[in-house]
């Protein structure tokens, strides 16, 4: 028979009320992912194949996100919240006769390492019934508390209101996060009263009910930032931190060199090859791709964008969805781009718009060159061919096609395609009076010598 799979039970069905938000808890984002995302990636990166989830009614929005990860994961609805046993208790359809192991995750616990899941799941390989994650906190107020024996063995977890003075000395605490063998846990769950402070159905009450039962509990422990739980907008932010400094230093560990680290925000999902180099003050958006040898300037804003080998991208520059640029393009200061290819070594170094647009190899877009694409009902592409130079100021009325060497002089508004290699210019004719704005000059001077 083959190996039973590992099931993740993800916990979701927390109001959040100290969130103060109209959102579900778990959607909130850090590092451009909501929560929730965050925890189900570390799931299926420890490679646990199966998942299940328990949220509260009315959260479908939430359903659609753990779906997205684990398509086949199945949703469970708790009613009322009662307590993290109850909670667990909510998806017995899917504990029910499973034989594999367990993991129950907080859906706003974000930081959950994928080696801390595969961690703690080795606890169960290694003969424990069950394993809780622990950590030592700087101060454990609030949390329930690992009692042991003589011997270190587990023997209970007490939460903080039913603990005695000498228990809640204790600074070895639960996160929360637990693994059971799979065919234990619906014994025990059911075995759960109300009989605590809160009246709730704690699932910490397994342990001292499994020990009972000459059953094994393991304690496997982590660092305390790893599970820490976000229940308003401070710890939002504080894990939001915590999570920025663990994505540069992977970052910076995998051959990217970031000047003032501290103040580049990266997504979870950002992918900056070897050698890109990222200046000061960098904001990656989700779905950004630098490869090797990019430079990012300072003060850029990058999301669902793509930056070939070499590329320079900056100071002041704004890279939008779509963006995707070839090796060695230059993109300067104050030039905006967006759903836009642009071919190996093309330029647009100086205020520039360019969207919804095709550029050729070593085309060059001139300062204040603007891709007119939106003509107040539709976008419109706008084509420019290789090597064609875009002189400063043109504005690219959409759809228009430039041809390949095209040459457009300065000032100029195309409204209609250029044929390859031809000279386009629209401009008034130049008029030029010769000493007239020294004679403006000298009648201003007479005028005000008579009014004095
Ligand atoms: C829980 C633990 C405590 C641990 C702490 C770590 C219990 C009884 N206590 O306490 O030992 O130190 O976490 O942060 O387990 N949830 C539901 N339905 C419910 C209740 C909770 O889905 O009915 C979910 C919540 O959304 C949350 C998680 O379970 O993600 C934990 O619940 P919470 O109420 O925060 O438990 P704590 O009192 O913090
Ligand atoms: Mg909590």
């Given amino acids: 028979m083959s190996k039973p799979t590992s099931l993740a039970l993800v916990l979701a069905a927390g ?34 194949s199966d998942a299940a989830l328990v949220m509260a009614p009315g959260m479908d929005a ?5 779906q997205d990860i684990y ?14 046993a109850h909670a667990v208790l909510a998806a017995r359809q899917v504990l029910d006769g499973f034989s594999g192991n367990v993991i ?32 030592e906190a700087r101060n454990p107020t609030g949390y329930g508390r690992l009692i042991t024996d003589a011997s270190g063995a587990l023997c209970a977890v007490r939460e903080e209101k039913d603990a005695s003075t000498e228990e809640r000395g204790i600074t070895l605490c639960n996160s929360g996060i637990f693994a059971f063998k799979g065919a234990i846990l619906l014994g025990l769950l059911d075995k759960i009263g109300t009989d605590n402070a809160n009246n709730e159905y704690y699932l910490t009450d397994a342990v001292e009910l499994a020990r009972q039962d000459g059953l094994k509990a393991a304690i496997v422990q982590c660092a305390e930032e790893e599970v820490m739980g976000v229940n308003s907008k401070v710890q939002l932010a504080a894990a939001e931190a915590e999570l920025q400094e663990r994505l540069r230093i992977q970052m910076m560990e995998d051959g990217v060199t970031l000047i003032a680290p501290e103040t580049v925000f990266l997504s979870k999902d950002t992918k900056l090859g070897k050698d890109v180099v990222v200046e000061q003050n960098v904001v990656f958006g989700t779905g950004v791709t630098v490869e090797e040898g990019a430079r990012i300037r300072a003060f850029s804003y990058l999301e669902g964008a793509h930056v070939g080998k070499g590329a320079i991208v900056g100071p002041y520059a704004r890279l939008r969805p779509g963006a995707d640029l070839g090796s060695e393009v230059r993109i300067g200061n104050f030039v905006e781009v967006k759903n836009a290819r642009l071919e190996d070594g093309a330029k647009a170094n100086h205020l520039a718009y360019v969207g919804d647009a095709h550029v050729g190899a070593n085309a060059n877009i001139g300062a204040g060159t603007i891709t007119c694409n939106y003509d107040g009902f539709e976008k419109h592409r706008t084509e420019i061919g290789q090597g064609a130079f875009v002189g400063s100021n043109t504005a690219l009325v959409a759809p228009v096609k430039i041809g390949d060497g095209v040459y457009i002089g300065s000032g100029s508004v195309i409204s209609k395609d250029v044929p390859a290699d031809a000279l386009v210019v629209t401009r008034g004719p130049l008029e030029q009076r010769d000493g007239w704005a020294a004679k403006v000059r000298a009648r201003r001077a007479r005028d005000q010598g008579n009014k004095k």
């Fill in 104 to 135: 129950i995750l907080y859906g706003d616990t974000p930081l959950i390492r994928p080696q801390t899941i595969s961690f703690i799941l080795g606890a169960i390989e290694s003969g424990a019934d069950l394993a809780v994650l622990g950590f």
């Fill in 15 to 48: 109001q959040g009320t100290r969130m103060k938000s109209d959102q579900p808890k778990v959607l909130h984002e850090v590092a451009g992912q909501p929560m929730l995302v965050h925890v189900m990636e570390s799931a299926r990166e420890s490679g646990l």
């Fill in 62 to 66: 939430v359903k659609t996100i753990a």
């Fill in 71 to 84: 398509p086949e994961s199945r949703t469970f609805i708790q009613e009322k919240q009662l307590g993290t």
